[in-house]
């Protein structure tokens, strides 16, 4: 692993050094926060069109149901990529080791 900080790799121009892998739980609790809002909104805008009461009995299902959606999207396009920049390591591991 890579021991330059966030800002040494951020101004590396031979782009040698990733700065996604020091940055995947941040990135990760935005957008779940990010989701958090979509769920409240498709909540708020269920109680807006279908009333207050009836919007509540329907928008928290709605609401819920996209958090989890975009959640869950969101989570694996993260597990993707960790695993495209994990096998980048790997084969920087074995090409250190044949020494190719």
Request: some cysteine; glycine content about 12%.
């Amino acid at each position: 692993m890579d021991d330059r900080g966030i800002i040494s790799s951020l101004f590396d121009l031979s782009f040698t050094h990733f700065i996604a892998p020091k940055l995947w739980r941040i990135l990760y609790a935005l957008f779940l926060v990010l989701a958090g809002l979509c769920g409240i909104t498709v909540l708020f805008t269920m109680m807006g069109l279908v009333g207050k009461f009836g919007g509540f009995i329907l928008g928290v299902p709605a609401g819920g149901l996209a958090f989890l959606l975009m959640a869950m999207y969101v989570r694996v396009i993260m597990e993707v990529l960790i695993v495209v920049f994990r096998g980048v390591d790997y084969l920087r591991e074995i090409n250190e080791k044949t020494g190719r």
